[in-house]
C-alpha cells in the first residue's frame, strides 16, 4: 500500500504537466476558433455608416461581450448572433444601449477662419466618421472639422440636414460665432462676414429645414466704412440704395418713402449694415432725407458719411430756396453736402380755389407772394367764419391773366355752397353745388362770360341736391294728375296764392326739373257766375291829436250809429276778364322763383280759361 501511495504521489506532476500541456495547445486554437465568428457578428454592427459598437473576448470556451448598442433592437439582434455562434459555453454578457438625452444638443462653433469645431451629441446611428463626410461635403477647401461631439440617442429626424444647414450659417459669420440645435430649435449668433453674407444669412432663415424652427437670432449686420444711403425719384417712382440699420429701421423709410412717392412704385434695394455715425438719429435722418425728396421732382437725395447732399431738379423755384434753407438746419450728427438743384418752368401750371363746409383752401402755384396776397383779398368778403389754408408754391410759368381769371371765379364761387375754382394753363373750370335752382341757373349763365381773353371755360355747377331726370313718359303721366289737381282754386276776385298752394306747386317745380325736355303752360280759372265778391272793409281813421277815443260800446255821434241791417244789399260785381290771367301769372311767377328757367315755363292763353274752375297745367313737349 506504502509503494502504490509513492506511486500515485510520483504520477500526479506527470498528471499536471500533461494537463497543463494540454490546456496551453489546446486553449489558444479553442479561443481562435471563437474570436474569429465573433468578430464578424461585431463588425456587423457597423452597417450603413454606423461604426461598430460591439466588442466581443473569447475566454476559453466563454465570450465576454460588451459595447454600448445604439438602439435596443440593435442589441438584441447582436444577443442572438452571439447565441448562435458553435463551441462557446457561455456569453459574459455586458452590453448597454447609448444614453438618450432630451433636449438634444449640437452645436458648430466658427473657432477660426479655417476650422470649425461640432460640440455635443451625434445621432449614436450615425458614426462619426460617416457624419463629418457628410458634413464636410459642402464646405470650402481648406475649412476643416473637429468632431467631439459625443453619441447619443434621442436626435430629431432629419438631423443631418439640420447640421448642414448651421453649418451653412456658422460660414456667413466671423469666428468666435456659434450655430446651434436643441431639439427642433435652431439659433444663430455671431457678426456677419460681410454685408453679402448678412443678406445670405437672413434669406436662409427664412426657409429652414423641414420640421425646425428659428429660435433665437442674434447676428449683428457687418460694419462698413463709409456708410451710405439714398433715395432717388425718376420716371418710374422711387428707388433706395446703400445700408439700413436693421429691419425696424428699413420698415420706417419703406413707410416715409410710400408716402412721398404718393402712389409711385417703391424699388427696395437697401442691405443692412453697421457704421452709421454714432451723432446720428436714424429717425431724424429719415424725416430730414425725405422732406428734401418732396422737393425734388427728379433727382436723389444721399448720405455719405455724415455729409447729407440734394441734387437733380426741383419741383418748383420755391423747393430751390427750401432746399437750401434744409440744408443749413440739418439735425445734430449730419453736415451738410451738396445742394445742386434746378428749377424750370411748371408745366402744365394748375391753381386750384376750393370752397368745403369750412373753409377755402388754395392749393397749386402762384407765381409770387404778390399774387397770393391778392387772392386772399378776393376771398376776404366771402368769409363768413372760414378759414383760409394756403398750400400753393410759387413756381415760374404762369398763364397771362392767371389772377383775373382767379379772381372771377372766386366771385363765382362765393356764390355757391361748395364748390372748386381750378386753372390748368388756359383753361377756367368752375364746378360745384348752388344753394337754391333759380341762383344756380344764373351762376351758370353768367359764367360763362367771366373767362379771360383767349381762355377756355368750362362751367358744371348744379342745385344742390338735383332731382334726377325722368324719362318722357313718366313725365306726361305726372302732368296728366296735376292738370286736374282741385286744390288749386283761388278766391272768389283774388289773385293770391294760398298756403294749401304750396306744396302742389313745389311739386311741380321739382318734375320740372326732372323733366328737361317739357315746356309747360298755366292755365287760370275765372270765379263762376254769379259769385259774390266779399268786400274789404276800410280802416276807422285814426282820432285826432289830443281827442280821445270813443269809448267802447257808445257811438262815437249820430250819423255813424246806423246798424248794419240799415246798409243797403250787395250786389255781384261784372266779371273780371283779365283775373285768370292774373291768376296764372301769379302761378308763374312762383314756379320761376323755384327754379324752372322762363323758357320752359309760361301763362296759357286766355281761352284756355274758359269754364275752367281751377287752375290746370299743360304740358308741351
Known sequence: MAIRAIGWLAGLPLLAGAWVAATAWTEPR??????????????????????????????????????????????????????????????????????????????????????????????????????????????????????????????????????????????????????????????????????????????????????????????????????????????????LDGYTLSEADRAAILAAARLVADGAPVVDMMRTARGLSAGIDAKALVDRAFAALALVREGRVFLDGSALSIQGSAIDIQAVREAEALADHLPAGLSRGTVALTASPVSPYLVAVRRGSDAFTLTGHLPDAEARRVLHAALRPYLYGERIIDRTRLAEGAPPALLDGLTAGIGVLGQLAEGQVSVRDRSLRIAGEGLYPESTRRIAAEAARIAPPGWRIDVAVEARGAAPSRDPAACRETFAALATEPTLRFDPGSADLKPAFY????????????????????????????????????????????????????????????????????????????LPQRRAAAIVDYLLKAGIPSNRIAAAPAEAAADRRAVAFVLRS
Not at 447565441?83 to 462653433?109: C, M, N, Q
Not at 306744396?503 to 318734375?511: C, I, Q, R, Y
Not at 267802447?552 to 273780371?576: H, L, R
Open 503 to 578: 306744396p302742389v306747386l313745389d311739386g311741380v317745380a321739382d318734375l320740372a326739373r326732372a323733366c328737361p325736355q317739357a315746356r309747360i303752360e298755366v292755365a287760370g280759372h275765372d270765379d263762376p257766375p254769379g259769385t259774390v265778391v266779399p268786400s274789404v272793409p276800410k280802416e276807422a281813421p285814426a282820432p285826432a291829436k289830443g281827442k280821445p277815443a270813443a269809448k267802447a260800446g257808445k257811438p262815437a255821434d249820430k250819423a255813424g250809429a246806423k246798424s248794419a241791417a240799415d246798409k243797403p244789399a250787395e250786389t255781384a260785381p261784372m266779371p273780371d276778364p283779365g
Open 30 to 239: 479553442l479561443e481562435s476558433a471563437l474570436e474569429a465568428p465573433a468578430a464578424a457578428v461585431a463588425a456587423g454592427t457597423g452597417r450603413d455608416g454606423a461604426e461598430p459598437w460591439l466588442r466581443v473576448e473569447a475566454r476559453g470556451r466563454d465570450l465576454l461581450a460588451s459595447g454600448e448598442a445604439p438602439m435596443p433592437a440593435a442589441r438584441d439582434e447582436a444577443r442572438a448572433a452571439l447565441a448562435a455562434l458553435p463551441g462557446h459555453r457561455r456569453i459574459l454578457d455586458r452590453l448597454g444601449l447609448v444614453a438618450e438625452v432630451s433636449p438634444f444638443t449640437w452645436a458648430a462653433i466658427h473657432r477660426a477662419p479655417d476650422r470649425l469645431d461640432l460640440i455635443g451629441h451625434r445621432p449614436a446611428e450615425i458614426g462619426r466618421t460617416a457624419l463629418d463626410d457628410a458634413l464636410s461635403a459642402g464646405l470650402p477647401a481648406g475649412l476643416s472639422l473637429r468632431d467631439t461631439a459625443r453619441a447619443a440617442r434621442g436626435a430629431p429626424e432629419n438631423f443631418s440636414e439640420a447640421a448642414r444647414f448651421l453649418l451653412a450659417q456658422a460660414r456667413h459669420l466671423k469666428p468666435g460665432a456659434i450655430a446651434a440645435m436643441s431639439g427642433r430649435v435652431l439659433s444663430v449668433r455671431g457678426e456677419a462676414a460681410s454685408v453679402e453674407a448678412y443678406a445670405g444669412l437672413k434669406a436662409d432663415l427664412a426657409q429652414p429645414p423641414a420640421g425646425f424652427a428659428i429660435g433665437e437670432v442674434a447676428v449683428e449686420p457687418a460694419l462698413v466704412s463709409p456708410f451710405t444711403w439714398s433715395a432717388s425719384r425718376g420716371p418710374d417712382g422711387l428707388r
